[in-house]
């Protein structure tokens, strides 16, 4: 019994970190099956379309018996075309300092001048140098120590392009960085996650064919056969826009958008090492270096928000105090507390 009462505690403290880190995991495999998908020439718009499409089928049963948005993935999805995926990840990590950022410039986070606060600041700098670093310094090319695990074979070349590929990955740090903002505030209205995801993803699917339409003329694009292309879709629909987006919103819903974001460098490390590793690819001096110091950064400003959460938990406990009586309390006076602020009065009798 003592050992079931210390664990059951400390499991549901740290929920929802362990979600998150099983949620970088599988971001981690989204991106090797999707370049492994790309290379086999599966088109990155009609990807999204299906996989999204997928998503709400899937979560649609759950949503309906249990409780009564797409520009961003497309950019990602087409950046993987022009870059890496290691590149990609790394500069993603950019996306907590700019969801810090832009609460900011939209009044939904606050900022003083204790040390906590600037560095909340100095974090979001630092942040943007390490992806700066990353987008304008490639650096030597780091040798490999064998030979690749896991070849892909595929019919479609991809050619590196390094100003379409990071203009794209910056584009979807700032889509998604705007998206869980306005998760964080819908919540507040719409507290229902699972109906929220099928949503998204319906929705979101829907704008997808309508933009792959417009830029895919070919009826071929459209045709998936029974090979990587196929998993690759299930996998992301089911596992990615489905399991992940609904960790996500519950999440945000327990600790905020910016908390959700901070484990993006876990992914960006799981990806480095198993495409250097498993699939042999090419790995810069420059994305390592960037992506320490956007590490540095990113771990500053969690520290910073950290003291946010430590001063709310006193100042609730500060308020609680003062506005709940004593038990048994014989003293005559007016308290003001309780649930829509009622006035309750304690007299004797």
């Known amino acids: 019994m003592g050992c079931r009462g210390g664990i059951g505690p400390i499991f549901k403290k740290f929920k929802p970190h362990l979600l998150m880190v099983l949620a970088e995991v599988g971001y981690t495999f989204l991106n090797l099956f999707s370049e492994a998908s790309f290379k086999h020439g599966m088109n990155p718009h009609v990807y999204v379309t299906y996989r999204q499409l997928v998503a709400g089928v899937f979560v649609f049963p759950f949503a309906y018996f249990l409780e009564k948005i797409s520009l961003a ?23 907590p300092s700019l969801t810090f950022l832009l609460a900011v410039l939209l009044r939904l986070e606050g900022l003083d001048r204790s040390t906590r606060g600037m560095a909340k600041i100095v974090g979001t700098l630092v942040s943007l140098v390490g992806v700066m670093i990353m987008t304008l310094y490639r650096g030597p090319v780091l040798r490999n120590l064998g030979h690749a695990l896991v070849h892909v074979q595929g019919s479609t070349t991809i050619k590196e392009n390094w100003i379409k590929g990071p203009i794209l990955i910056i584009g979807y740090c700032i889509s998604a960085s705007l998206w869980f903002l306005m998760q964080a505030v819908t919540l507040k209205k719409y507290p229902a996650q699972l109906s929220l995801t099928t949503w998204m993803t319906l929705v979101g699917g829907a704008q997808s064919a309508v933009f792959t339409a417009c830029l895919t003329h070919e009826p071929k694009a ?7 292309d196929l998993w690759n879709i299930l996998y992301c629909g089911v596992v990615v826009s489905g399991l992940i987006f609904y960790i996500q919103l519950w999440c945000t819903k327990e600790k905020g958008p910016v908390f959700i974001t901070t484990f993006n460098p876990l992914a960006a490390l799981l990806i480095a090492l ?6 042999g690819e090419k790995l810069h001096m420059g994305s390592i270096i960037g992506g320490v110091i956007v590490i540095i950064g990113l771990y500053l400003l969690l520290w910073g928000k950290e003291g946010d ?4 938990i006193k100042s609730q406990e ?6 709940e009586p004593k038990e048994g309390s014989q003293d005559k006076g007016v308290y003001l507390g309780g649930e ?6 304690s007299l004797d009798v």
């Open 73 to 95: 993935p497309n950019m990602y999805s087409a950046s993987l075309r022009y870059t890496s995926p290691t590149f990609a990840a790394s500069i993603a990590n950019i996306v």
């Open 222 to 228: 459209w045709t998936v056969g029974f090979n990587i």
């Open 274 to 279: 198993l495409a250097y590793f498993a699939l």
């Open 309 to 312: 959460h430590v001063d709310q």
């Open 318 to 323: 500060a308020s609680l105090s003062y506005e």
């Open 340 to 345: 829509g602020d009622k006035l309750r009065r």
